[in-house]
């Protein structure tokens, strides 16, 4: 038997830092939506006891690097799971981008084998897995529309930010969120984004109030690193898009846009100087 499982990119509508915590990782506020540009999980048993992973993308590991491979192994481990389990990867989401590719791909492989090997794990356990494997895994599990805090595997699941057209762009240099992290200095940030505004703004379904409260504190340590990233932010919001962020630890930008008019001039305008551009709708 295969079963397939949809693993789509997230983008960060509002992200605040608010502390170094003791182990390391940072206390966070977010909010974290779906858009639509997935990769695409192929999940097929296996008669030994061992896991594969293929993909048609070259540049990500296939070994225990992989996080759909550490799924599949925690999940095996955890379950005393003594079959073996065929995963390719259909890659669509940039990788190293700020849109949660390797996480999407963990909580899909999550989902997969909870149903290939009928394990019924209820979706509490599931992200409790999806914790230990990344903070991001968690929401990639229930997807949607979430306010993250904690390490950004305490979640509250809020509706969904009213439909509109959102424009990925994605500059050739690779981000290390641990870096990010590992610069963030929380004294230096000039305005922390209010997460009360974001979610009343979802809540109230108004698109222009929900580009007003953009926000995201680790551009202030990815953007001076790669001027490249501020430049695309420009060029977006030149271009007319309502409203512009970096998406997590960048350097993906992402543009919303709500009228359908403006977005192949975005598109078009963008793609005469980065490669990487989409334009995609927001999962609702
Ligand atoms: C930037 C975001 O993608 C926004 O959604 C997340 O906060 C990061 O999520 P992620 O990539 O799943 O992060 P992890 O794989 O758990 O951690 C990667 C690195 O980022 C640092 N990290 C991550 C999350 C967090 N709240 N504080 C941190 O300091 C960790 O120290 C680690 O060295
Ligand atoms: N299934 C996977 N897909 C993509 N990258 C993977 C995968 N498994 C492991 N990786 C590795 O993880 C690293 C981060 O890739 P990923 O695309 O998840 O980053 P990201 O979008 O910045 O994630 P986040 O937004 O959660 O920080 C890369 O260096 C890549 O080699």
Known sequence: MKIYEKAPAKINLMLDVLRKREDGFHEVEMVMTMVDLADRLEMEELPRDTIIISSQAGYIPLDEKNLAFQAAKLIKERYDVRKGVYIHLDKHIPVAAGLAGGSSDAAAALRGLNRLWQLNIPQEELLKLGAELGSDVPFCVTGGTAIARGRGEQLEQIINPPQCWVILAKPPINVSTADV?????????????????????????????????????????????????????????????????????????????????????IYNGLRGFCKEVYAVRMLT
């Open 181 to 265: 992290y590992g610069n963030f200095k929380v004294d230096r940030i000039n305005k922390h984004p209010s997460l009360a505004n974001m979610v009343q703004a979802i809540e109230q379904q108004s698109f222009a109030d929900i580009c007003t409260h953009l926000g995201n504190v680790l551009e202030d340590v990815t953007l001076p690193m790669h001027p490249e990233v501020l430049q695309l932010k420009e060029a977006m919001i030149r271009l007319g898009a309502d409203g512009v962020l970096m998406s997590g630890s960048g350097p993906t930008v992402f543009g919303l846009v709500s009228k359908e008019s403006k977005v192949a001039r």
